[in-house]
């Protein structure tokens, strides 16, 4: 399965590796195709030899050879050729070759022999000999089968190249590239290495062992993943990961020489033998594990076309592998040597193994690779072509121009060269600009599928941007995605305001128009983040089949990943089953989606909000104006005292309470009450307040604490227990300028009389409404003209110059200042001033209720 697409600051990273890759591949391929090409040395001794850490074994010396004349011996042991020692067996392979690539019939040889018996060792100097029957006897059939066999490496690099190169971004591709790139060096190492100057033949040689020691952990790895995740990934996902780092320790070892060998802490502790077993087991253990898993994805492929895709690789894999390995496991197990036509037909089969991968890719589109071999090479010449024609127009018509203008000039002028100059510029900017469109329109010729789903993402972008409710988001959705991809039904869920998922798009049957969030195509979705294709042995209800559903797209919030919706598409027109690039479509159009539904849920929801706080606003106003009426709508009229009062409040409605009651007889009642709470809290107990001395106010001529007794047991019975309100209560006798109080916890009322001098209203009882047993004193006081009587709430004596809790307040001392100098005013007046001083006092938002009574004798 394809990886999703990475960020775009790795792809430098990842177009860095693959050019890293190639080089690598193509460097050693041509190496080794070059070298296995050289022509074998031209001179000879007689002997046939094998190689060892040691040197040299002769194994037979030819009669008559000069070598015999010399006086080798089969065993000997040539240990220094040319006074070089060898220090391994490739070493020793390399320096015979290399000492006879070099000599010339004539030429002498010295060579230290260890010679069994001896001791000592012998400078043996055979002479060089042409070497015998050089003839060229290879027939044309030999010399072409040669050819093939010393060309493989070009079928893997080119497909394992081509493949990286077109999808980069994908996980399989990468491993597919690697894994070919292991079966490059695959072939014998050629003896003609040791021609190779030191330093490249170092490199070749450690290539060689490093990628031949991942070949089996990587053809493994690739198909436990490829195209999914096989049944034996499923139950020893570890294993694709061990094998490469078992390879490493015991393959990495041998770089120095080409061939695989331990590490050297590995080889202390383990025999060569033993290693050399493993090797074999982990080799051809792997191998027939990968070709398994293969066989199980194929025996598991959720549809016929999967199912066919697969065939191609599985049959070129098997015959392309199975002969190679065999004729390897008989060389390792027998020292099979096999002859050339049995080896011809063994590499010839091990060419389908990347045929069949090409085939598939070109022609069934596996791993999601678009057919561009067909269409790359005219969509080149088209492009580059109508760039030749724009350049080959302009530099025409520039010196066309030139020469144009150059007969309007007198001879040798030279104006005729800038003026020339600047209409080719002017003709190449025009061009470059038809050039930009040209393109456009070739590209969407060329490439329309990859042309049409980022044009559609670029337009749904722009477009999700202005969508406001669901319905047009599914319309567009709908649109969209019916343009590209052509389903021969699709619905559009999206979550309502109700939680449950309507259809919003396309008919959907009567019993899927709505669905809960447990139904079944919603579990489905809801257990997904990607696109998912439901294949035909996929067992599902009634529902699913009602819809026809063939792909399932989750609709996802942006942020909190909430499923907001889902799409469910039918079977294409086309037959085709969704690609990978389609489902990365439609993972795409999905994530837009969940954007916009997230923008208009937020949208809802604030307009919800807002319709909820415009109630709330229109219902605070009303309570405003009820509360407002239940504060004294006119000042009494008495012939003595002149009364005025204010409520300033903090919010809409507020819990400071003033009232006068009319008690009959030339008798006026005052009352000021400061509830425990602001808002709604302290409106509603101040209704309750309000009410409760209304109700009983009369009692207030005869009884003034028996009055205040039965307001406190009523506002204590129905608040609760941390509710009370201070409260101040007066009786002012209009014929005997007699005021009768009740201070209940209040702040102190301030008297200001006639000739300069303050009394003060001192608490009389405790608050009302903190307890059931309670009682009061009243205290009467007569007042003269010119006395003014101000009672207020702490907001206005506690009113401070910011929010700072440290700031300084108003003080009572400023209220008596403002008192004096507003007392010549009438009761209206001096409310006016005291409020006035108090605001330029504390200009940023009050704190608190604020609340006067100002009643002044006359």
């Given at each position: 399965?394809?990886?999703?697409?990475?960020?775009?600051?790795?792809?430098?990273?990842?177009?860095?590796?693959?050019?890293?890759?190639?080089?690598?591949?193509?460097?050693?391929?041509?190496?080794?195709?070059?070298?296995?090409?050289?022509?074998?040395?031209?001179?000879?001794?007689?002997?046939?030899?094998?190689?060892?850490?040691?040197?040299?074994?002769?194994?037979?010396?030819?009669?008559?050879?000069?070598?015999?004349?010399?006086?080798?011996?089969?065993?000997?042991?040539?240990?220094?050729?040319?006074?070089?020692?060898?220090?391994?067996?490739?070493?020793?392979?390399?320096?015979?070759?290399?000492?006879?690539?070099?000599?010339?019939?004539?030429?002498?040889?010295?060579?230290?022999?260890?010679?069994?018996?001896?001791?000592?060792?012998?400078?043996?100097?055979?002479?060089?000999?042409?070497?015998?029957?050089?003839?060229?006897?290879?027939?044309?059939?030999?010399?072409?089968?040669?050819?093939?066999?010393?060309?493989?490496?070009?079928?893997?690099?080119?497909?394992g190249l081509a493949v990286l190169f077109l999808r980069m971004?994908?996980?399989?591709?990468?491993?597919?590239?690697?894994?070919?790139?292991?079966?490059?060096?695959?072939?014998?190492?050629?003896?003609?290495?040791?021609?190779?100057?030191?330093?490249?033949?170092?490199?070749?040689?450690?290539?060689?062992?490093?990628?031949?020691?991942?070949?089996?952990?990587?053809?493994?790895?690739?198909?436990?993943?490829?195209?999914?995740?096989?049944?034996?990934?499923?139950?020893?996902?570890?294993?694709?990961?061990?094998?490469?780092?078992?390879?490493?320790?015991?393959?990495?070892?041998?770089?120095?020489?080409?061939?695989?060998?331990?590490?050297?802490?590995?080889?202390?502790?383990?025999?060569?033998?033993?290693?050399?077993?493993?090797?074999?087991?982990?080799?051809?253990?792997?191998?027939?594990?990968?070709?398994?898993?293969?066989?199980?994805?194929?025996?598991?492929?959720?549809?016929?076309?999967?199912?066919?895709?697969?065939?191609?690789?599985?049959?070129?894999?098997?015959?392309?592998?199975?002969?190679?390995?065999?004729?390897?496991?008989?060389?390792?197990?027998?020292?099979?040597?096999?002859?050339?036509?049995?080896?011809?037909?063994?590499?010839?089969?091990?060419?389908?193994?990347?045929?069949?991968?090409?085939?598939?890719?070109?022609?069934?589109?596996?791993?999601?690779?678009?057919?561009?071999?067909?269409?790359?090479?005219?969509?080149?010449?088209?492009?580059?072509?109508?760039?030749?024609?724009?350049?080959?127009?302009?530099?025409?018509?520039?010196?066309?121009?030139?020469?144009?203008?150059?007969?309007?000039?007198?001879?040798?002028?030279?104006?005729?060269?800038?003026?020339?100059?600047?209409?080719?510029?002017?003709?190449?900017?025009?061009?470059?600009?038809?050039?930009?469109?040209?393109?456009?329109?070739?590209?969407?010729?060329?490439?329309?599928?990859?042309?049409?789903?980022?044009?559609?993402?670029?337009?749904?972008?722009?477009?999700?941007?202005?969508?406001?409710?669901?319905?047009?988001?599914?319309?567009?959705?709908?649109?969209?995605?019916?343009?590209?991809?052509?389903?021969?039904?699709?619905?559009?869920?999206?979550?309502?305001?109700?939680?449950q998922f309507s259809a919003y798009s396309g008919n959907a049957?009567?019993?899927?128009?709505?669905?809960?969030?447990?139904?079944?195509?919603?579990?489905?979705?809801?257990?997904?983040?990607?696109?998912?294709?439901?294949?035909?042995?996929?067992?599902?209800?009634?529902?699913?089949?009602?819809?026809?559903?063939?792909?399932?797209?989750?609709?996802?919030?942006?942020?909190?990943?909430?499923?907001?919706?889902?799409?469910?598409?039918?079977?294409?027109?086309?037959?085709?089953?969704?690609?990978?690039?389609?489902?990365?479509?439609?993972?795409?159009?999905?994530?837009?989606?969940?954007?916009?539904?997230?923008?208009?849920?937020?949208?809802?929801?604030?307009?919800?909000?807002?319709?909820?706080?415009?109630?709330?606003?229109?219902?605070?106003?009303?309570?405003?104006?009820?509360?407002?009426?239940?504060?004294?709508?006119?000042?009494?009229?008495?012939?003595?005292?002149?009364?005025?009062?204010?409520?300033?409040?903090?919010?809409?409605?507020?819990?400071?309470?003033?009232?006068?009651?009319?008690?009959?007889?030339?008798?006026?009642?005052?009352?000021?009450?400061?509830?425990?709470?602001?808002?709604?809290?302290?409106?509603?107990?101040?209704?309750?307040?309000?009410?409760?001395?209304?109700?009983?106010?009369?009692?207030?001529?005869?009884?003034?604490?028996?009055?205040?007794?039965?307001?406190?047991?009523?506002?204590?019975?129905?608040?609760?227990?941390?509710?009370?309100?201070?409260?101040?209560?007066?009786?002012?006798?209009?014929?005997?300028?007699?005021?009768?109080?009740?201070?209940?916890?209040?702040?102190?009322?301030?008297?200001?009389?006639?000739?300069?001098?303050?009394?003060?209203?001192?608490?009389?009882?405790?608050?009302?409404?903190?307890?059931?047993?309670?009682?009061?004193?009243?205290?009467?006081?007569?007042?003269?003209?010119?006395?003014?009587?101000?009672?207020?709430?702490?907001?206005?004596?506690?009113?401070?110059?910011?929010?700072?809790?440290?700031?300084?307040?108003?003080?009572?001392?400023?209220?008596?200042?403002?008192?004096?100098?507003?007392?010549?005013?009438?009761?209206?007046?001096?409310?006016?001033?005291?409020?006035?001083?108090?605001?330029?006092?504390?200009?940023?938002?009050?704190?608190?209720?604020?609340?006067?009574?100002?009643?002044?004798?006359?």
């Amino acid at each position: 399965m394809p990886t999703s697409d990475p960020d775009r600051r790795y792809r430098p990273l990842l177009y860095s590796a693959a050019v890293l890759l190639a080089a690598l591949s193509i460097f050693y391929s041509a190496a080794w195709m070059y070298y296995v090409r050289q022509a074998m040395p031209r001179v000879e001794v007689g002997i046939e030899e094998k190689y060892s850490a040691s040197g040299v074994v002769i194994s037979e010396v030819h009669k008559g050879s000069p070598a015999e004349a010399a006086g080798l011996k089969a065993n000997d042991l040539i240990t220094a050729i040319n006074g070089i020692r060898p220090d391994s067996e490739l070493a020793s392979s390399s320096l015979l070759f290399h000492t006879w690539l070099k000599a010339q019939p004539g030429d002498t040889a010295f060579l230290t022999v260890q010679r069994p018996g001896l001791s000592q060792p012998l400078v043996i100097t055979p002479i060089f000999r042409a070497t015998q029957g050089t003839g060229d006897t290879k027939t044309v059939a030999y010399t072409v089968g040669e050819e093939i066999i010393n060309s493989y490496p070009i079928f893997f690099a080119v497909v394992g190249l081509a493949v990286l190169f077109l999808r980069m971004e994908d996980r399989n591709a990468w491993l597919l590239a690697l894994m070919f790139a292991t079966w490059i060096p695959a072939g014998p190492m050629p003896s003609e290495f040791a021609a190779a100057p030191p330093g490249l033949r170092a490199s070749l040689l450690a290539y060689r062992t490093i990628t031949s020691s991942m070949l089996t952990p990587l053809f493994y790895f690739f198909f436990a993943v490829f195209p999914k995740r096989s049944p034996i990934e499923h139950k020893v996902p570890w294993l694709k990961w061990v094998l490469p780092v078992i390879g490493i320790c015991l393959g990495f070892g041998g770089f120095r020489h080409g061939n695989q060998d331990a590490l050297p802490f590995i080889a202390a502790v383990l025999p060569f033998e033993v290693a050399q077993y493993v090797r074999m087991v982990l080799g051809y253990g792997g191998m027939a594990l990968g070709v398994l898993s293969l066989v199980l994805n194929v025996w598991h492929a959720p549809h016929a076309s999967d199912r066919r895709k697969l065939k191609v690789i599985l049959w070129g894999t098997v015959v392309g592998v199975t002969p190679i390995v065999a004729l390897y496991a008989a060389a390792d197990s027998i020292h099979f040597t096999p002859p050339f036509w049995v080896s011809f037909v063994c590499v010839f089969l091990m060419l389908l193994f990347p045929l069949s991968f090409a085939y598939a890719v070109v022609k069934h589109r596996v791993m999601d690779v678009p057919v561009l071999l067909k269409r790359s090479a005219r969509y080149f010449v088209v492009e580059r072509g109508f760039v030749i024609l724009i350049v080959v127009l302009s530099v025409g018509l520039t010196l066309w121009f030139g020469q144009a203008f150059s007969r309007h000039f007198s001879a040798g002028s030279k104006a005729a060269i800038p003026i020339g100059a600047t209409f080719g510029v002017l003709v190449i900017s025009a061009a470059t600009q038809v050039h930009r469109r040209v393109r456009t329109r070739l590209d969407r010729a060329f490439f329309r599928s990859s042309y049409d789903a980022q044009q559609i993402l670029e337009d749904l972008a722009a477009r999700t941007l202005t969508v406001t409710n669901r319905e047009d988001l599914a319309d567009l959705l709908q649109q969209k995605i019916s343009d590209a991809l052509h389903p021969s039904s699709m619905f559009v869920y999206l979550m309502s305001g109700s939680g449950q998922f309507s259809a919003y798009s396309g008919n959907a049957p009567a019993d899927a128009m709505t669905l809960s969030p447990k139904a079944e195509v919603m579990a489905v979705l809801a257990e997904r983040t990607q696109p998912l294709e439901l294949s035909p042995e996929d067992t599902y209800g009634s529902q699913m089949a009602s819809l026809q559903a063939e792909c399932l797209v989750p609709i996802r919030g942006s942020s909190d990943g909430e499923l907001q919706g889902g799409m469910v598409l039918g079977m294409r027109l086309s037959e085709e089953p969704y690609s990978a690039s389609d489902k990365r479509l439609l993972a795409s159009v999905a994530s837009q989606a969940g954007i916009a539904m997230r923008s208009i849920t937020l949208a809802e929801n604030m307009a919800e909000r807002m319709e909820a706080e415009r109630r709330a606003q229109q219902e605070m106003q009303i309570a405003q104006q009820v509360q407002s009426r239940l504060l004294p709508q006119e000042a009494p009229a008495l012939s003595t005292l002149e009364c005025a009062g204010r409520c300033v409040q903090t919010k809409i409605v507020g819990g400071d309470y003033y009232d006068f009651l009319d008690l009959g007889s030339g008798r006026l009642g005052l009352v000021l009450a400061d509830i425990a709470g602001k808002g709604i809290s302290g409106a509603l107990l101040m209704a309750n307040l309000q009410a409760n001395l209304r109700s009983q106010y009369a009692l207030a001529l005869e009884d003034i604490p028996r009055l205040l007794r039965s307001v406190n047991r009523l506002f204590y019975k129905n608040t609760e227990t941390s509710h009370y309100a201070t409260t101040f209560f007066a009786v002012y006798d209009d014929e005997t300028r007699l005021l009768r109080y009740v201070n209940c916890g209040h702040n102190p009322p301030m008297l200001l009389r006639a000739d300069g001098e303050v009394e003060r209203f001192s608490a009389t009882a405790t608050v009302l409404g903190l307890f059931e047993e309670w009682d009061c004193n009243v205290v009467e006081c007569e007042l003269v003209p010119g006395d003014v009587l101000v009672i207020f709430t702490d907001g206005i004596s506690e009113a401070g110059e910011s929010d700072d809790t440290e700031s300084e307040e108003f003080g009572e001392a400023r209220l008596m200042a403002a008192i004096r100098k507003n007392r010549e005013d009438s009761a209206v007046g001096i409310l006016d001033g005291i409020l006035r001083e108090v605001q330029q006092f504390s200009p940023d938002q009050q704190a608190d209720d604020m609340t006067l009574i100002v009643a002044k004798c006359r």
